[in-house]
């Protein structure tokens, strides 16, 4: 009985510092969504900013912009779309008035900002007027603050 105390012993330790090592590499993943209402939306993002202070000071042109901290990183949006041909025209809304943008798409399951958003997709796909590009834009993240935040 005694000459199987120490193997299982060792045998304990070795596996819990194993699992405590696997489980500590998903801990910083990025979580997806795995409803069936899930759809991937694409995201206008202004810029990077290492504090939330800097992060205010310039966006402070924007009335309404939302952010997400990711690895100590600010990450500034400034768009929401459901399909990439309104992306680009939102990005080419903003680099007109002079805004570089990059496009990010993110996966989204939150059903009740998706229908809005498809809403707000159909307007936007029928003009080109800057005001109500800004407009729209400006809509779409005040509903994602009240609806997903």
Do not use: W
């Amino acid at each position: 009985m005694k000459k199987y105390l120490f193997p299982v012993t060792v045998s304990l330790i070795i596996g819990i510092g194993m699992a405590y090592f696997i489980i500590r590499q998903y801990e910083d993943m990025p979580a997806l969504a795995v409803s069936s209402e899930a759809e991937t939306l694409y995201y206008i993002q202004r810029g990077v900013y290492s504090d939330l202070d800097s992060m205010k000071d310039n966006m402070k042109d924007f009335t309404h912009y939302i952010y997400s901290v990711e690895n100590n990183q600010y990450y500034a949006y400034i768009g929401i779309t459901t399909s990439k041909e309104n992306a680009l025209k939102i990005q080419n809304y903003y680099k007109s008035v002079g805004y570089d943008t990059f496009l990010k798409d993110k996966i989204t399951d939150n059903k009740d900002f998706i229908n809005i958003l498809r809403q707000y997709d159909e307007l936007l796909s029928k003009t080109d007027d800057s005001e109500s590009i800004k407009v729209i834009c400006n809509q779409v993240l005040a509903k994602y603050e009240e609806l997903v935040e």
